[in-house]
């Protein structure tokens, strides 16, 4: 079952500011994610666990994209919420996820 990909504009901007042909390849997984089963894919997809629970993260290169599988009107979403390099993405997306608790 075919899904619909929906970057948020953080995703996006991360993605544009890449060189041509990574910005390439981090656009085709991307898009790849909606024939995703839901099932781990090591080491591409894998499910996140304690604080980001009930998101995925999709591996491209040194890059992670974190997304979350929603239903809208009876279709399959998925929505990327954010991108960045492996070495700071979680961290950051765990801050912007703290921020919209406490605001």
């Given at each position: ?10 995703v996006?901007?991360?993605?544009n ?30 499910h996140?666990?304690?604080?980001l ?18 239903f ?17 993405v ?11 608790l406490t605001?």
């Amino acid at each position: 079952m075919k899904s619909k990909v929906v970057w948020s504009p953080q995703v996006q901007k991360y993605v544009n500011s890449k060189a041509p042909e990574p910005r390439r390849t981090l656009g085709r997984e991307i898009k790849k994610v909606a024939g995703w089963t839901g099932r781990e894919n090591p080491p591409l997809i894998r499910h996140l666990e304690d604080n980001l629970s009930g998101c995925a993260r999709l591996r491209v290169a040194r890059d992670r994209v974190i997304f979350r599988e929603d239903f809208e009107r009876g279709q399959r979403v998925i929505k990327c919420l954010h991108a960045g390099p492996r070495s700071a993405v979680y961290e950051s997306f765990q801050e912007i996820l703290l921020d919209d608790l406490t605001t």
